[in-house]
């Protein structure tokens, strides 16, 4: 009976151990590859010439290319501070943003970046969480 008992303790210890270590690694492999909007960190394995590494970066840097998502509307807005944004026009940003598929969050963020459109204080959080989930789950 005790042998169970040490054994499962010891398997939820070493479980523990494993997923500390697990999402240590995972943190610091998004900093290293993911721009914190407004922050530019190229990831050392990633050239830019492949369409993998374009998609699934929100590098700026890596494609001057413009791409509309239906979002012509959101161009008023070049050159707003993220934090002078009222809630009427975050409602606008988050329309779109909820509109898109997840694929196309980086794409936009990317697009939103290279017309001097800032996102809004109020959806980095959101946006920057659906890039992390999708990049976790390919």
């Known amino acids: 009976m005790w042998y169970l008992v040490f ?10 151990i494993i997923g500390f270590f697990d999402n240590r690694r995972r943190r610091l492999s998004a900093n290293n ?7 530019t960190v190229v990831p050392a394995e990633c ?4 369409e993998v590494c374009e998609r699934n970066s929100l590098l700026a840097a890596i494609s001057k290319k413009v791409e509309y998502y239906d979002d012509e509307e959101l161009d008023a807005y070049r050159g707003t501070e993220p934090d002078r944004y009222d809630e009427k026009e ?7 943003l909820y509109t898109l598929r997840e ?5 936009w963020l990317r697009s939103l970046q290279l017309r ?14 659906i890039i992390e989930e999708r990049r976790y789950a390919l």
């Open 116 to 129: 001097g459109i800032n996102l809004p204080e109020q959806l980095k959080d959101e946006a920057l969480l």
């Open 90 to 96: 975050v409602e606008e940003f988050r329309e779109v």
């Open 7 to 16: 054994g499962i303790i010891i398997l939820g210890i070493i479980t523990a």
């Open 103 to 107: 694929a196309e969050v980086a794409g």
């Open 47 to 50: 050239c830019g010439q492949h």
């Open 33 to 39: 590859e993911t721009e914190a909007i407004g922050h």
